[in-house]
């Protein structure tokens, strides 16, 4: 589980021409923030989202989802970002039966779901202009909700299960 802040605005891609072009982009800085569950069997994404922030609130709510949802046991691996560590959504996960893996410090490449939001953004940011807000919010969460069936062989390639598992450390005197 991770949330992604995605900002409305121009995400260069590459254009050679003889004359110079102007390329529309979007002026402001709207955010559309989604928080997501990666399924890392169906390869599904849980997702919530809002355009203010993302808080403990929505990560419990997130959790309370994931319990309804899926059969337990249920592992959520999870960044320490302040919101998702805090004594609520530990208190909650424990009260749901849900356990929370935290990952290392500064260490986002281990957890799938930035791979996902790596491909969201090539898919839906990357050269890409929107008349709107709403239209920047739908097209990247229609792409997030179709990605595990309209993107298959991508997200198969790119969420694998070619990881090592390294035991805790075991230090002798």
């Known amino acids: ?6 900002v409305m605005g121009g995400f260069a891609g590459r254009v050679w021409s003889v004359v110079r072009k102007y390329v529309k982009t979007a002026s402001g800085r709207q955010r559309y923030n989604v ?9 599904k994404i849980e997702t919530i989202c809002n355009d203010s922030y993302i808080t403990s609130t929505q990560v419990i709510e997130m959790l309370v989802e994931l319990s309804v949802k899926y059969i337990r046991p249920i592992k959520v691996i999870l960044d320490n970002a302040r919101y ?12 749901l039966g849900i356990e929370l893996v935290f990952l290392p410090t500064y260490s986002p490449n ?46 198969a390639s790119s969420v694998t299960d070619k ?11």
């Open 163 to 173: 990881f090592h598992i390294v035991d805790e450390p075991r230090f002798t005197t």
């Open 110 to 155: 281990l957890n799938l779901i930035e791979r996902v939001w790596k491909i969201v953004k090539s898919k839906v940011l990357s050269s890409a202009y929107h008349e709107t807000f709403c239209d920047f919010c739908n097209n990247i969460y229609n792409c997030v909700d179709t990605l595990h069936n309209k993107c298959a062989t991508e997200m």
């Open 35 to 43: 928080l997501g569950a990666l399924n890392f069997v169906s390869k």
């Open 1 to 6: 589980m991770d949330a992604s802040h995605f």
């Open 84 to 95: 998702q560590r805090c004594a609520a959504v530990i208190e909650k996960a424990a009260e």
